[in-house]
């Protein structure tokens, strides 16, 4: 009788939880979809991108590219820095598929704000796709989609029209394609069409390739099915592929690429420490590695399962968490190796669908840690809207934190890598 009584009680909060999810969700949709429009239709003249600093001409970052796109420059003469046609003058730092592709299609600098609009609304159908398909439960998935959608990285990455939007959009449908939630129906089509997709986004990027190498060597090293083991054969090789197309190019690449130190910044050596120097520069990026290890071994303890651990007869949940996999070893390299903007937080979004189901079949005696790892992950979305020296905690102590995490999960998972294997 009282179970009954509480089922029936429970049902209206429940309904309208899902109610409130959904209004928010799509509430995120129009102010996203609003923002763009006036970036297309009025140059940003109307509100949009709330918080965010706005650049001027709008999708500043695309502008580089779409410039250089309908100049008359080789993309060497831009590598070297002998031609500049950034409006902004920028150094070029894109790689030479990138130019080659906008140039194929007749993209230039008249282009930008189309482009930058396409590329926002790519990114929201992505973004959609991606967790609606991987998490259990339609209300849980609208408010984890809500909550990225308006993030201060997502913004700021359609805001500036950078193309790491469609190369991240792109990497979120590889793992989706090679474990489809409801089986592996047409698993040759996907697994080639998840292949060429990661052949694009090293091609375009070569950031994904940290992720999608040890990913799909992983699997190949797990793979059930000897006569299947060329797909993730094909996607390493794919991958790899994609760097050694423009392996020359690469160190001036990286030498052109800006690399932030203040507050809006990702990465082990983004947090001050070029401002600092000295001692105070060694004692914060100590105090880095810290965290780092302390997270990550303290969570070697069995009462810690529960956050890695689930049911290998769910589909769904394996597919989320080869998601997890692949982004979380993007994330862990990208972090240790490199210097971003905090448009790359981005990438985050790719191990929350996996947690966000684990964490409903945890013990409550993991509710701590459980609502320490989420609020660590919203206060990473969400920091930069508040600014000044908070980003400070954000790089010194959530980010390594998180990252401990992460490397927690892999060090766990490198004997299951695949749960079928």
């Known amino acids: 009788m009282d179970r009954k009584l509480d089922s029936h009680l429970a049902k209206p909060s429940t309904g309208r939880l899902h109610l409130f999810a959904a209004f928010a969700f799509f509430c995120s949709l129009a102010y996203t979809l609003a923002s763009l429009a006036s970036y297309y239709f009025s140059a940003g003249g109307s509100f949009a991108f709330f918080r965010v600093p706005r650049m001027s001409p709008v999708f500043a970052d695309l502008r580089q590219l779409t410039h250089s796109s309908s100049c008359g420059s080789s993309f060497w003469e831009l590598l070297a820095n002998t031609s500049n046609c950034d409006p902004f003058q920028r150094p070029f730092n894109y790689t030479w598929p990138s130019l080659q592709l906008l140039r194929s299609l007749g993209i230039g600098a008249e282009g930008t704000e189309l482009t930058g609009a396409l590329f926002g609304v790519f990114g929201l159908i992505a973004v959609s796709v991606f967790v609606f ?3 259990k439960g339609r209300t849980k998935g609208l408010l984890i989609a809500t909550a990225f959608i308006m993030s201060f990285p997502f913004q700021l990455a359609i805001e500036r ?3 790491d ?7 979120l449908f ?10 592996f129906g047409g698993q040759t089509a996907k697994a080639i069409t998840a292949s060429a997709l990661a052949f694009s986004a090293v091609a375009l990027k070569v950031f994904p390739l940290v992720g999608l190498a040890p990913w799909s060597f992983g699997l190949a090293i797990r793979w059930p099915d000897r006569r299947a083991k060329w797909i993730p054969i094909l996607i390493l090789v794919m991958s790899c592929l994609g760097v050694l197309i ?9 030498a052109n690429t800006p690399k932030p130190d203040g507050g809006t910044s990702f990465g082990f050596l983004a947090s001050y420490q070029s401002r600092l120097g000295g001692m105070m520069a060694m004692i914060l990026t100590a105090f880095k590695a810290a965290v780092v290890v302390f997270i990550a071994y303290i969570l070697r303890s ?13 589909q769904r949940l394996e597919s989320s968490r080869q998601a997890a996999l692949m982004f979380s070893c993007m994330i862990l390299v990208t972090w240790l190796v490199s210097r971003s903007w905090d448009y790359r937080l981005v990438i985050c979004l790719g191990v929350v669908p996996y947690f966000a189901n684990i964490f409903d079949n945890a013990s409550p005696a993991l509710k701590t840690p459980k609502t320490s790892i989420c609020l660590g992950t919203f206060f990473l979305f969400y920091e930069q809207y508040v600014g000044g020296r908070i980003g400070v905690v954000s790089d010194a102590l959530v980010q390594p934190a998180l990252i401990g995490f992460i490397l927690s999960f892999l060090l766990r998972s490198r004997k299951t890598w695949l749960a079928s294997g």
């Open 302 to 314: 069995d009462r810690f399962d529960g956050l890695f651990a689930g049911s290998q007869d769910d």
């Open 161 to 163: 029209g950078n193309h």
């Open 174 to 183: 590889v793992p989706l394609l090679l474990f489809p939630p409801e089986g």
């Open 133 to 135: 398909a991987l998490t």
């Open 165 to 171: 939007v469609i190369v991240f959009g792109v990497c």
């Open 246 to 254: 423009q392996i020359g190019d690469l160190s001036q690449i990286m």
